[in-house]
């Protein structure tokens, strides 16, 4: 794949976005076929308030009431500028776990160590492993598995 047709496929993306906004329409999908076993997918939403997800070229999604455990007051109305966020470093699809049925790379309230896989984020048909940057305990998980997210959405807040 070069990087032009990724160029591409990233602004294919926004537009789908800007699509739904400009409509307001609540989700688009389109796949785009490239040739024999080279497609790309993409579905593009907007989601509730009460659902933890990001999507591509939209403002953050907020996030639904967090478990009493891991509830702060001294938490940032936007999860991304709280210091312990982990951000999104790309435009893709997050898993949570290895594969369908498997166990959470992470959960809430669990101690990690610098470098520790948090989850999967695709992009391109390339499943990204996404580590940890720092040792700390996940206090909240922003993402649904299988969710679309953006380029610095916020992942998780470790602290």
């Known amino acids: 794949m070069t990087q032009s047709r990724n160029d591409a496929d990233v602004a294919f993306i926004k537009a789908l976005a800007e699509l739904l906004n400009d409509n307001d329409l609540s989700e688009l999908s ?3 076929d490239y040739g024999e076993n080279d497609s790309l997918n993409v579905k593009v939403s907007k989601l509730s308030a009460q659902t933890v997800v990001q999507h591509v070229a939209a403002a953050p999604v907020a996030a639904a009431p967090a478990p009493a455990s891991a509830a702060k007051p001294d938490l940032p109305a936007d999860p991304a500028q709280h210091p312990g966020a982990v951000t999104s470093p790309m435009v893709g699809t997050a898993y949570l776990a290895a594969e369908p ?3 959470n790379f992470v ?3 669990m101690q990690v ?3 520790d896989t948090l989850m999967i984020i695709e992009a391109m048909k390339t ?3 996404i580590p940890a940057p720092r040792a ?3 206090k909240r998980i922003l993402v649904t598995d299988g969710s679309p997210v ?3 959405a916020p992942l998780m807040i470790i602290e």
Do not use: L, P, Y
């Open 150 to 152: 953006e380029f610095g």
């Open 127 to 129: 499943m990204n492993h």
């Open 30 to 32: 389109v796949k785009r």
């Open 107 to 109: 959960s809430v309230g």
């Open 101 to 103: 049925g498997a166990a």
């Open 113 to 115: 160590s610098e470098g």
């Open 136 to 138: 700390g305990t996940v």
